[in-house]
């Protein structure tokens, strides 16, 4: 994890904390009197930790979400992310990536009215290239009450070659339930996993794993800005990096640090 002073091209400092091992980062929340985070546990399994300082992390008893036999998840769960329902109920809304018997990548989804005790949603949300195409990393975001958005990793020509791996975005007009054809957002950046935050005056800000040139390794954190949520430029600068031959950032969640004018970024640290 890192945190920094926000700015308008911001760095992270790590912080050399390891929070947990063996599972991989996914989404993190803010709940009553804290914060939750989610996290996969292998291909199967989603599980959750809580705190109330971002910092002193602490599983929760229980799995949150699991594959099914027969299902459109079958084969695994590899990406998750958890946004506010838009049910006026409240309750939370959890999209995350399965794989069929047959390979077939679907975003899909599940609700919950306390985060814990998941109940799967019929139907698919989105696929990439009819389910051909690979979906990587996701980063749900809340544009308005009725409005919701999703960012993600895929290949930019619908098939499974990393060095082809960039931002996408897919938007919903009815809570959640139903998105249009997901488009390239970020065409010129060869990405591995999105972040996406809010910034002052409405603009979007998109944090990104990428590698360095002629690496697969996703060595630096980089970003971009939209003012629309659509159409973002690139800012200058790194915000975090590290060794290329060395070592990589797998997952990557943004969010608010408990001090309002700082952000903390979790990642998976893979060492090499």
Same mark, same amino acid.
């Given at each position: ?5 926000? $700015?308008? $091209?911001?760095?992270?400092?790590a912080e050399n904390k ?10 993190v929340v803010t709940i ?121 990793? $895929? ?111 979790y990642t998976d640290y893979?060492?090499?």
């Open positions: 994890a890192c945190s920094r002073v926000a $700015a308008a $091209a911001p760095s992270f400092t390891v929070f947990f091992t063996s599972v991989s980062v996914q989404s009553p009197g804290g914060f939750r985070m989610y996290l996969t546990s292998g291909p199967y399994h989603v599980v959750s930790a809580t705190c109330t300082d971002q910092i002193n992390w602490g599983f929760e008893s229980g799995v949150r979400l699991s594959t099914t036999a027969g299902s459109l998840d079958v084969s695994s769960i590899t990406a998750v992310s958890v946004v506010p329902s838009t049910d006026p109920a409240g309750g939370w809304r959890m999209y995350y990536v399965g794989i069929d018997g047959t390979g077939l990548y679907r975003v899909l989804s599940a609700t919950s009215t306390n985060g814990l005790a998941w109940g799967k949603e019929t139907g698919t949300r989105l696929m990439h290239n009819s389910g051909q195409g690979f979906i990587g990393r996701l980063s749900g975001f809340s544009t308005s009450n009725t409005e919701r958005r999703i960012y993600y990793i $895929a290949d930019q020509d619908g098939g499974n070659t990393p060095a082809r791996y960039a931002v996408h975005t897919a938007t919903s007009g009815d809570g959640g339930l139903n998105f249009g054809v997901g488009t390239l957002t970020l065409a010129a950046a060869n990405a591995y996993a999105v972040s996406a935050t809010t910034m002052t005056g409405g603009r979007t800000r998109l944090f990104y794993t990428s590698p360095l040139t002629g690496s697969t390794t996703a060595s630096q954190v980089l970003s971009a800005t939209a003012l629309d949520g659509l159409s973002f430029l690139t800012e200058t600068g790194v915000r975090l990096s590290t060794g290329a031959s060395v070592s990589g950032f797998g997952g990557l969640v943004v969010v608010r640090s408990t001090e309002s004018f700082r952000w903390r970024m893979i060492i090499g």
